[in-house]
Nanobody, 132 residues
């Protein structure tokens, strides 16, 4: 099992910055890719940014050039640096982790049996509100 806890959300004026953090615990050795998703009122949950175990990243077009995703594998933490925030960025931001199936070789190490077939894990979310 993996547990994810987000922090860093809050109220900020348009044009400002925030840094979100996600602390992972439990079977963190199973984690491969991690990412940030967001859901605004009346809208579906959407991918904001994603980062693989090797450090490759991808971003939603709406945040490209403004947001930066990073991770510290030694600390089991994920970050999202948000700059030039817009009113449209207002949403609940969720941390996500995908675990690799047992037997997969990841970063030179084999994924142990306790990781099973691989799963998706979600944090409870943190509110980001951008005032216009």
């Amino acid at each position: 099992q993996v547990q994810l806890v987000e922090s860093g959300g809050g109220l900020v004026q348009a044009g400002g910055s925030l840094r979100l953090s996600c602390a992972a615990s439990g079977d963190t050795i199973c984690i491969s890719a991690m990412g940030w998703y967001r859901q605004a009122p009346g809208k579906v949950r959407e991918l904001v940014a994603r980062i693989t175990s090797e450090g490759s990243t991808n971003y939603a077009d709406s945040v490209k050039g403004r947001f930066t995703i990073s991770r510290d594998n030694a600390k089991n933490e994920l970050y999202l640096q948000m700059a030039s925030l817009k009113f449209e960025d207002t949403a609940v931001y969720f941390c996500h982790a995908a675990t690799a199936p047992a037997g997969t070789i990841m970063n030179g190490d084999i994924i142990p049996d306790r990781c099973g077939f691989g799963m998706d894990y979600w944090g409870q979310g943190t509110q980001v509100t951008v005032s216009s």
